[in-house]
């Protein structure tokens, strides 16, 4: 027969005809079966089902809270060919789905089954029930009410779903669309798979409130699940405890067009058991707006309190080059606008909104390979203070071009624009690639620089080079007011570990501010000591003036001398401050180097194994350390000049304070301040109580913040381009 079926002309033949082949006794009769749209019956896909899926009614309770969280699966012979959404909550869902199924084979019925969704846990069935497909009246929308069954309880009321179906022949439709439809399938399995998102939700998980205790001593171990479509995130487990502290960030991918939920539940870290349910929450993406920081605080469903998250949509996969065109401050109008909207004559209305800035993503030059190709898929992330933003995607590039812009509000005028760069991983965490500092204060209004990325510690450079272009716009008046208050807590940091390094940097700088205090405790007794006479006339002297002569209102004054001495030096081309810069880069860079040796020689002796008893001691005090050389050395960067803003605002307070104290005397100021102090909380009961020398204080940068913030030099000169 093959041999006969190679000389066959297909075109030639006719239905109901019979023929002879030439050379062969074979007679063949062929029968062509056509169906009314022209297609041969082996053709799949003859019909189509249109099916709306309405809603459900008095539907099975499966959950403890006497609800449901019902989902409906729609199968063809093995097949599933729909999934619905999770409806939360409900046992009269209202689902309203429309969708579309081909359908080659009317005998085979199509088999409904309804589920209720536990995150974490097998998923309960709800009920099912079959459509038969061979009974429906073809081209006629029809209302079908399907009564949900369970064989194992054949009595059992399960309520029942409504559903539009609708079955027609694919009229019109020929191979090429088959054809182009199952490569349109083909080509969107291939995306999936490459993880092509359109998305991203940017997720910071902070804390936990007033848990449900789950162990017999009144705690609990707590962690967090996290799932958006197909990606799950786990975080740490905090051990003993019903309010912790997680400080974690992660990112999930987003595929659909509104956003998706996302699925939230906590978990019991049991040992040797199965973990214990805590609760649940669910986060509908679609409802937040996209490119801004939300700091969420949701309740605990099935359980008890609460989970603090800070969530962001960004990265959006349609970003083009004309979105660098799209900002604000190229707009006469506008700027004009926000200009007048921040000038000093409206300094006292909303005193929380002190300005804005706009950052201007360009591009990056040199970056690391961290492929085995030899490239890098960049990607940029931008941070200031938990607002933190996101651009795309550069896949394959050193050299990658974003020209995207940020606008973001100015909650204090001292806080540090952070830019870093990671390479996207599809199957991993994000590699980083480099990282940049600059203090809001630090910008130049439309100038666009080059800047040298920097390594993680921010104490020395690494490859590549990110051009960027900033403006900042603020009201001074509410900036400054702003410094006297509490100052935002960053809630994503790196988290405190044991480090020998860190421990010795931060002892030696205290051991720097003691030693100053040391050298002039010596240098005074010298004076007594007569050691120089002429020094020691000049110091007596001095000393019997100002004793003889000596108000209160002459410290403050004082003061404002050494300020105003220290400006004299810097306008005079004199850094005063450029010493103790460059040694403290020394330290940082020779520790940095100690460093990489000691982290070898902990992987050989297990030096955090036997430093894990005493971890909390040693992270105590090397935070203690810490916080006593970084007061010493901001104030000493207040009259050091090493920002400006800070050393005028210091003088404008000592100004005020020698005046008060001249015209007031010191009996009046102190009743005055002890009034207040009593009075405080009676009339607000729930003021957060700051001291504003303190708040002040931790504005000003330490060496090592001067240090990172510094702007390392580089060899390209990039023309600054003003704006006119």
Known sequence: IHAVSSNIDNTAWKAGETNICSGCNLIIMVIVSVADDGWATSVPGMYKLDILLKRGHNLAIRDR??????????????????????????????????????????????????????FGCHDDFMGSAYLYLDSLELRRFLDVRLDLLDSQCPMQDLGFLELAIMLSPKDGWDREVVRQQQQSQRLSEVHKKSQLWRSMVSISLIEGRDLIPMDQNGLSDPYVKFKLGNEKYKSKTMSKTLNPQWREHFDLHVFDEDGGVLEISVWDKDTGRRDDFMGRCALDLSALSREQTHKLELDLEDGQGQLMLLVTLTASAAVSISDLSIHLLDDPHECQQILNKYSLLRSFCNLSDIGIVQVKILRAEG????????????????????????????????????????????KDIHS???????????????????????PLLNIHNGEQKAYILKNKEMTGPTKGVIFLEADVIYNSVKASLRTFETPEQKYIGEESKVSKQLLLQNFNRVKRCIMFLINMGSYINSCFEWESPRRSICAFLAFVLVVWNLELYMVPLSLL???????????????????SVVTMEDLLESEDEECEKDEK????????????????????????????????????????WTVPFLSWLAIAALCVAS??????????????????????????????????????????????????????????????????
């Open 561 to 579: 001398l050494f300020l105003g001495w220290n400006y004299f030096l810097l306008a005079s081309g004199k850094e005063t401050r450029e010493g």
């Open 601 to 640: 020689d902990s992987d050989k002796k297990g030096f955090m194994d036997k430093l894990y008893a005493i971890q909390d001691v040693c992270i105590s005090v090397q935070t203690a350390l810490d916080e006593v050389a970084s007061y010493g050395e901001r104030i000493k960067n207040i009259f050091n």
């Open 416 to 438: 540090v624009l952070e830019v870093s760069v990671y390479d996207e991983d599809r199957d991993k965490n994000a590699d980083f690639l480099g990282k940049v500092a600059i």
């Open 65 to 118: 809270g006497g609800t449901s969280d019902p989902y409906v699966k729609f199968k063809l012979g093995k097949k599933e060919v729909f999934r619905s959404k999770v409806i939360y909550k409900n046992l009269n869902p209202v689902w309203d789905e429309r969708f579309c199924l081909p359908i080659d084979n009317l005998h085979e019925p199509l088999y409904i089954k309804v589920f209720d969704y536990d």
């Open 659 to 724: 005046l008060l104290v001249y015209l007031i005397p010191l009996r009046y100021i102190v009743l005055v301040w002890g009034i207040n102090k009593f009075t405080k909380k009676l009339r607000n009961p729930y003021l957060i109580d700051n001291n504003e020398l303190l708040d002040f204080l931790s504005r000003v940068p330490s060496d090592v913040q001067v240090v990172q913030y510094k702007e390392l030099k580089t060899e390209h000169r990039q023309s600054p381009n003003k704006r006119k």
């Open 367 to 410: 970056l690391m390979a961290a492929d085995v190709t030899g490239k890098s898929d960049p990607f940029c992330v931008i941070e200031l203070c938990n607002d933190r933003l996101q651009t795309h995607t550069v896949y394959k590039n050193l050299n990658p071009e974003w020209n995207k812009v940020f606008t973001l509000n100015v």
